[in-house]
Structures are given as structure tokens and as C-alpha cells.
């Protein structure tokens, strides 16, 4: 019959392009909202691309069964709508949260101007010298600081290796706090140290080109010259077993020292020290993995795992700082 009625082919695409944006919103916006809590202006950076592929695969999922429906039944439904509504909600969403943080600590620098001019002076060595490279590193990590804190600060041009940064900061303030760091080094610990140092008092004298350090009452008998100097990037705690550990990740030109070290030394043991002070002495065992990334004490109890992260991630600088000057700014 002429005017027969044909029935519209049905179509499940709707239905999961709605179900897909909503359960990507509330997603996207669980991961803005524990990204900007746990670092704000320092999210992690899988936090914030796994938001944008929510919400990208959220519009692209609403835009395809948009397409799908047009082509099928020569229109777009309500529910299709609501999904590619969503979808552009969540989107923007993540974009917000990503540049939020940045926004905020822009808007208070434009309201709150640094009051403060501090010179900064990184004490290298001739076995360390400072670098253009190490001044770069460290203005990075004390921006990324003082973001998260909302601190409004600059870094003026100047010359390792000293720096000049400006920045906010409250009357009466003391500034030498903030900005302490300690030499992290890992040296060779002597194989007859426990030998050495048993029933010996504390005046005991080391082989040629070897130290004594200690810590409260551990001590070691460690080499003059250490193994590694510098170049730490993290370190963060990891579980096994039951127990736990330190998983020290150090930059390329470190890690390789520390390979051949592993290698050459087998078997023996490494001091982990800041100031010269031993906090673990490992031994060398294994590989070390291709990423750079050296497991310290896989045997320890919670808290002390805890307080070694802190302690290498405190002593990340390869050579001391020290405030030459501070003044507040007219």
C-alpha cells in the first residue's frame, strides 16, 4: 500500500551512549577532584590523562551513536542529546581541573606581588661543580613547591651558581628553613667493618682511603670517595610480602655508575647517607633495572620505610644550598 507506514529500525546506540557519558561524568570528576586535593598545582599526570580519555571516549561514544541513528532513522533522539550533553560536560570538566590549579595560583600572584628577594647559592666542589643543568633542576622543584602552596614567586636571571628568587612571604618569617638540603651519597662499606669496629672506641682509625660515619650508635667504615653523588629523582615506598622497601629512582648518568657498581661490587654492601650520617647499609644484589631504579631495604617495617623515603627525597640535591642574602622589597 501507498501509505504504508514503515516501522523505524530500532537502535541500542542511545541507550549506551547515555549509559557511557554518565558513568564517565561522575568519573571524570572523582579524578579532578582527587587530582587537585592530593596535588594542587602538581596533579599527577595520569590523573589528569586518564580524565581527558574518559571524557573524550564519552564524546566520541555520543557522537557515534548520533551518526549511527541519523543514518538509520534520518534523526537524532532526545537520549542521544542528554549523552552528547554530558559528554561536553565531562570534557570540559577535565579542562577545568587540569588548568584550574594554575589559574589559581596566577590569581594569586596578580593579588598578592613577592614582597621578599632571597640569593640562593648552590656550594659545588671540584670533584661536583655546579651546572646551568643543576641551578635549572632546582628552580623547577622549588616552583612546583612553592605552587602547590600558593606562593607567589620569580626567579630573576642571574649566574650559577647563585640564583635570585622573589617571592611572598609573611612578615617575620624565617627564610633559612625552607630552603635546607643535605648531600645524599651512597659509598662503599668496608668488608671487615664490623670486625674493625667491634670493642673499638670511637676514635678508631680507618685503612687509607676509608672514613668512619655514624649516626646516633650505628656506625660504618665507608670509602673516602662514594660511589654516587647526585641525580636522585624520587623515591617512594613499596610493599612485598608483607614488608616493605625504598625504591630509589636515580637519573640516567647515576644509574649507570650504579650499575657497574653492582656489578664490580656484588654481593657487598652500600651505606645510604645524608651529612655523612648512615640511615641503611644494603647489599648490592642483582640487577639494577633498565628504568634506573634501585630497591633499599626490601625488609623493613612500615615506619621506617616511611621515614628513609623522606630521607633520600629531602638530601635530592647533589650539593648544599646556602642563603647569602634576604631582604623584604620596598
Known amino acids: 500500500m501507498a501509505n504504508e507506514v514503515r516501522p523505524r529500525a530500532r537502535s541500542g546506540w542511545p541507550t549506551i551512549a547515555v549509559v557511557v557519558a554518565s558513568l564517565c561524568l561522575p568519573l571524570v570528576a572523582l579524578l579532578s577532584v582527587a587530582g587537585f586535593l592530593v596535588a594542587p598545582g602538581d596533579e599527577p599526570v595520569g590523573t589528569v590523562v586518564a580524565g581527558a580519555l574518559l571524557?573524550?571516549?564519552?564524546?566520541?561514544?555520543?557522537?557515534?551513536?548520533?551518526?549511527?541513528?541519523?543514518?538509520?532513522?534520518?534523526?537524532?533522539?532526545?537520549?542521544?542529546?542528554?549523552?552528547?550533553?554530558?559528554?561536553?560536560?565531562?570534557?570540559?570538566?577535565?579542562?577545568?581541573?587540569?588548568?584550574f590549579p594554575r589559574a589559581r595560583f596566577m590569581f594569586a600572584t596578580w593579588r598578592t606581588p613577592p614582597?621578599?628577594?632571597?640569593?640562593?647559592?648552590?656550594?659545588?666542589?671540584?670533584?661536583?661543580?655546579?651546572?646551568?643543568?643543576?641551578?635549572?633542576?632546582?628552580?623547577?622543584?622549588?616552583?612546583?613547591?612553592?605552587?602547590?602552596?600558593?606562593?607567589?614567586?620569580?626567579?630573576?636571571?642571574?649566574?650559577?651558581?647563585?640564583?635570585?628568587?622573589?617571592?611572598?612571604?609573611?612578615?617575620?618569617?624565617?627564610?633559612?628553613?625552607?630552603?635546607?638540603?643535605?648531600?645524599?651519597?651512597?659509598?662503599?662499606?668496608?668488608?671487615?667493618?664490623?670486625?674493625?669496629?667491634?670493642?673499638?672506641?670511637?676514635?678508631?682509625?680507618p685503612p687509607d682511603g676509608w672514613k668512619v660515619v655514624a649516626r646516633g650508635t650505628t656506625r660504618f667504615i665507608v670509602t673516602s670517595e662514594p660511589l654516587l653523588v647526585d641525580d636522585v629523582h624520587d623515591a617512594r615506598v613499596t610493599a612485598h610480602n608483607g614488608r616493605f622497601g625504598v625504591l630509589v629512582e636515580f637519573g640516567p648518568q647515576s644509574a649507570e655508575r650504579l650499575r657497574r657498581a653492582m656489578q664490580e661490587f656484588a654481593g657487598r654492601r652500600v651505606a645510604v647517607l645524608l651529612d655523612d650520617q648512615p640511615y641503611i647499609a644494603p647489599r648490592l644484589e642483582g640487577k639494577l633495572p633498565p628504568g634506573g631504579e634501585l630497591l633499599i631495604g626490601a625488609d623493613l617495617e612500615l615506619a621506617e620505610a616511611n621515614d628513609l623515603a623522606l630521607v633520600l627525597r629531602s638530601g635530592m640535591l647533589p650539593v648544599p644550598l646556602r642563603i647569602i642574602e634576604g631582604h623584604y622589597l620596598k
Open 55 to 99: 571524557a573524550v571516549a564519552s564524546v566520541t561514544v555520543s557522537h557515534i551513536a548520533g551518526w549511527r541513528l541519523r543514518r538509520r532513522n534520518g534523526h537524532r533522539s532526545t537520549r542521544v542529546l542528554i549523552a552528547v550533553v554530558l559528554s561536553y560536560v565531562a570534557l570540559l570538566l577535565s579542562a577545568t581541573a587540569s588548568a
Open 115 to 205: 614582597n621578599y628577594e632571597l640569593t640562593l647559592e648552590l656550594q659545588g666542589s671540584e670533584r661536583h661543580p655546579v651546572t646551568t643543568t643543576m641551578v635549572e633542576q632546582f628552580k623547577t622543584r622549588l616552583s612546583l613547591r612553592l605552587m602547590r602552596l600558593i606562593i607567589p614567586h620569580v626567579f630573576l636571571p642571574d649566574q650559577p651558581p647563585r640564583m635570585i628568587l622573589r617571592l611572598w612571604v609573611p612578615e617575620g618569617s624565617d627564610m633559612s628553613r625552607p630552603f635546607d638540603s643535605r648531600i645524599l651519597t651512597i659509598s662503599l662499606v668496608h668488608d671487615q667493618t664490623d670486625v674493625l669496629l667491634a670493642g673499638a672506641s670511637h676514635d678508631v682509625r
